[in-house]
């Protein structure tokens, strides 16, 4: 029979508590265990010492029996010194993902286009180009300010007239 030492889980939703136990490798994960060996308790101090409370002596005779720790319960047992737990380096887990490279790239490329842009703004002669965009400027603003000035006359015309159609229809109402 294969055996092996992990924990079963209790507690409350998202307050979770565990069991440290000695399980048949095909018994469900909260279900029927051989021994419990000790407790977990996530939601207290990493620094307090009822945070994990393990049997150091049981533990050591399952291991010795045979029993295979899970990746948790080794870095308990390592902590109490009866287990040497290798260390695990997965280089790829900090590395980001596809769509966040892709969105550093068109940052990158948006950037450089704005620094070269800058670049040629500078290293063009921007004085002279502006003084006859100026020029060109006032004659057509003042094109404008003269149609802008012909509009009201054009349109008082035609209110004098109704003024003067209304005027001898109420001498004709007076007489």
Known sequence: MAVALRMSRGGSKKRPYYKIVVADVRAPRDGKFIERIGSYNPLLAKDDEKRVVLDAERA?????????????VARFLDVAGLLKREAR???????????????VEEK????????????????????????????????????????AEETPA???????????????AADKAEG
Do not use: C, F, I, Y
């Open 154 to 168: 054009a349109e008082a015309a035609p209110a004098e007239e109704a003024k003067a159609e209304e005027a001898p």
């Open 60 to 72: 050591k005779h399952w291991l010795d029996m045979g029993a295979k720790p899970s990746d948790r």
């Open 108 to 147: 990158a490329e948006k950037a450089a286009a704005a620094e070269e842009a800058a670049k040629e703004a500078a290293a063009a002669p921007a004085p002279v180009e502006e003084a006859p965009a100026e020029e060109a400027a006032a004659p057509e603003a003042a094109t404008e300010a003269a149609a």
């Open 89 to 103: 380096n997965n280089p790829n887990k900090g590395k980001p993902g596809e769509k966040a490279t892709e969105r």
